[in-house]
């Protein structure tokens, strides 16, 4: 008998590209010794992904069956497990909250946490206390600490930046340049809102940032204020 899954995964087998799966392989850092070290590409975009999570997000698929999709090897069958997840968040937000917890290790590069973390996990928590995003950045797992941040879009969204800003300020030591690209996004998103706000921020912290992170939080500025920040002159 045919099921949902096997279904899906053929409709994905005639969307893959060996082309463009070559091209993410080497995009994604999935060589020895890099963040995602083992992860296979199908070389589907992200586009004809979120059409297939929503055929099968209306087809009713189950969350046993999201579950296989989420543990796969195969990059793609996860992200759009993940998508899916988004999708049925509305009509279960508490049972796709937690299930999402629950798989938190397949969720494990930097796109899948960028595309679900917003859209799950911070909204869940947007009237509720946030002590687990807290947790979550003491984390010794690199995309455990990415969804810690990440999550507060949703927030900031709404001009909530509390928690984006001591997020940021805990994630400042971090080794990582996917954590420092990621810390560096939020403050420049709390600045499009409050630009008064990042900068309060920065005036304390910018000196001793990372460069990378820097960069990111200031991009919108001037190119006069760049340098200054950059020069440490401001």
Do not use: C
Not at 28 to 36: A, E, H, L
Not at 147 to 165: G, W
Not at 176 to 203: I, S, T, Y
Request: no cysteine; aromatic share 8%; proline share 3%.
């Amino acid at each position: 008998m045919t099921t949902l899954v096997d279904m899906l995964r053929l409709e994905m087998q005639a969307l893959a590209n060996p082309v463009k799966a070559r091209v993410l392989q080497k995009f994604f850092k999935t060589g020895p010794g890099q963040y995602g070290q083992g992860d296979v590409f199908m070389g589907i975009m992200v586009p004809a992904s979120r059409q297939v999570a929503r055929k099968y997000a209306a087809a009713g698929i189950s969350l046993a069956d999201v579950r296989t999709l989420l543990h796969s090897r195969i990059h793609e069958e996860r992200l759009v497990a993940l998508l899916i997840l988004v999708q049925n968040y509305r009509g279960d937000p508490e049972g796709i909250a937690k299930f999402y917890l629950e798989n938190l290790a397949w969720v494990n590069n930097w796109d899948l946490v960028d595309l679900t973390a917003p859209a799950i996990l911070g909204t869940f928590l947007i009237d509720k206390e946030r002590s687990l995003l807290y947790k979550l950045a003491r984390s010794k797992v690199l995309w455990e600490r990415r969804v810690s941040i990440i999550s507060t879009h949703v927030f900031i969204r709404k001009n909530d930046f509390a928690d984006t800003l001591k997020i940021s300020e805990m994630l400042l030591g971090d080794s990582h340049d996917l954590m420092h690209k990621a810390v560096g996004w939020m403050l420049r998103e709390v600045g499009k809102r409050d630009l008064a706000a990042e900068e309060e921020f920065l005036q304390k912290h910018y000196k001793k940032m990372p460069r990378t992170a820097l960069r990111y939080a200031i991009e919108r500025f001037s190119e006069e204020k760049r340098r200054a920040y950059m020069q440490g002159t401001v």
